[in-house]
């Protein structure tokens, strides 16, 4: 028997990061003109690779290759799009609270990305800078050209100018300075510094770089950042970050590094946002359902690093990442569909790791793909197929033209 539908289901997507516009780009495939009534809800006009971020910081790729029009991917016959931030979701009334209006919803789909964490560390939040979004990033690269530009101009050279201290040598922390390790070079030629002058120190807390990772693959990581120049700290916290620098602790020993830059790349959340709306979450990320609803709440969906799953092989949560985000925004314009329609069963998500590819710089990464460990420039070019395999899947082969790298060989 045919539905008779009064009027369209309302379904409302925020966020156009990996999992709110694979939702999108998704459901306007799945979904009629006249079956739902999409909206996409985004505080800019554009999405942005944020894993392509740490090389915008670095400012070894320019912010506008990083980022393309949301119109260039929504078919806006089928998606409403809607430039605006959101303020809160007020569950209850099913409606959104936005900077410049309110829009209620039959369905939600929460994909308002990460934040930075920085565990309450005296100071991080008012001197350190994070590579949080695509403006975060802007800053960070004039900043450090500032911090360069200047050297040269102070009646005293201050070398803290051109001491860069990164927090963390997670896979971002470790993506980042090695773009920085390359970038250098560069600054140093076009502000008349002597190569050896600027410093990138890597500060990490836990005993090992890339913690959890293949030990091959850290200790060739390591090896090729240091010939490059960089230094690490290992087993070394971050206890406070100052106007003149950080303090670090290793044990006992406490030490104080003079630096004009501190970048924190050492911890990620969910949007406060969620939590702040009042779903039951831990740091802004929700334990979603494996249909992605959040309990308790059969109405709203939250993919990408908004959610939480647990990985039963080894009973810790999934990482935060763009791959598990795409495949999330898959499955939940899959399960919109079928409650939209009535009919079939909602999929439950498994995530479906392919590998993990980290570059080393433009020139070099390691990875584990499908179980084998790569490096050098094989892992390098694994890594440009990746990024260009997510373009791929939002805006097919046109955007891959347009946005994708094809600096391969
Ligand atoms: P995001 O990509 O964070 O997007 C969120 C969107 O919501 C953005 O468009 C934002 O503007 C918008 N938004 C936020 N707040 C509001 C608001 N209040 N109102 C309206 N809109 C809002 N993962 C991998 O799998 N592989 C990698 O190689 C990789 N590299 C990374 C490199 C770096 C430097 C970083 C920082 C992360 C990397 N990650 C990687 C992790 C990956 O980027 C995240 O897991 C992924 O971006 C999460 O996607 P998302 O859809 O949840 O949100
Ligand atoms: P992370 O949480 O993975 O790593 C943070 C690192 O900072 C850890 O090694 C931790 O020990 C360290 N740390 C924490 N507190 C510290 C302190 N006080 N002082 C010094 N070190 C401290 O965070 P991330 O690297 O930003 O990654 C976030 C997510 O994005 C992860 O899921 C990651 O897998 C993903 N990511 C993936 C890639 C890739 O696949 N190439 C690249 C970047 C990020």
Not at 4 to 10: A, P, V, Y
Not at 361 to 387: L, P, Q, R, W, Y
Request: proline content about 3%; hydrophobic content about 40%.
């Amino acid at each position: 028997m045919d539905v008779i539908r009064l009027r369209k289901t309302k379904i409302v997507i925020l966020g156009a990061g990996y999992g709110g516009l694979m939702t999108t780009v998704r459901l306007q495939k799945y979904l009629g003109v006249n079956e739902a009534e999409i909206t996409l809800i985004n505080k800019n006009s554009y999405h942005y690779e944020s894993t392509w971020l740490h090389e915008a910081s670095a400012g070894t790729l320019h912010h506008d290759r990083v980022r393309y029009p949301i119109n260039n991917v929504i078919d806006n016959r089928k998606v409403n799009f809607i430039q605006d931030t959101v303020v809160e979701i007020k569950r209850e009334e099913k409606l959104v609270v936005l900077e410049n209006n309110e829009i209620t919803y039959d369905y939600l789909v929460v994909g308002l990305g990460f934040e930075s964490e920085t565990f309450g560390i005296k100071g991080l939040k008012e001197h350190a800078f994070s590579i949080a979004n695509i403006n975060a990033a802007r800053r960070i690269r004039e900043h450090i050209e500032y911090q360069f530009a200047n050297y040269n101009n102070d009646s005293e050279n201050r070398d803290e100018r051109l001491t860069i201290v990164v927090g963390g040598a997670g896979f971002t922390g470790i993506e980042f300075v090695g773009e920085l390790a390359n970038r250098i070079p560069e600054l140093c030629r076009e502000y008349d510094i002597d190569e050896h002058k600027p410093r990138i120190i890597c500060v990490e807390a836990a005993p090992t770089v890339l913690p959890g990772f293949d030990p091959e693959l850290v200790e060739y990581a390591v090896g090729h950042l240091e010939r490059k120049g960089v230094e690490f700290k290992i087993g070394t916290a971050i206890k406070e970050c100052t106007t003149e620098g950080i303090i670090v602790a290793k044990g006992d020993e406490v030490e104080e590094i003079k630096s004009e830059t501190v970048v924190w790349a050492a911890g990620v959340r969910g949007n406060s946002i969620v939590e702040n709306s009042g779903f039951e979450s831990m740091r802004g990320r929700v334990k979603v359902e494996a249909d992605l609803r959040a309990p308790g709440h059969d109405d709203v969906f939250i993919v990408g690093d908004c959610s939480l799953m647990i990985n039963e092989e080894i009973n810790r949560p999934y990482p935060p990442t763009a791959q598990i985000a795409m495949q999330q925004g898959e499955t939940c314009a899959k399960n919109l569909a079928v409650l939209v329609r009535e009919q079939g069963e909602l999929e439950q998500f498994k995530p479906d790791i392919k590998g993990t590819v980290c570059s080393l710089g433009d020139d070099d990464a390691i990875g584990v793909v499908f179980g084998k460990k790569i490096t050098g420039s094989k892992a390098s070019f694994m890594k440009k197929m990746v990024d260009n395999r997510a373009l791929f899947l939002v805006g097919g082969p046109s955007l891959v033209m347009k946005k994708g790298k094809f600096n391969i060989f």
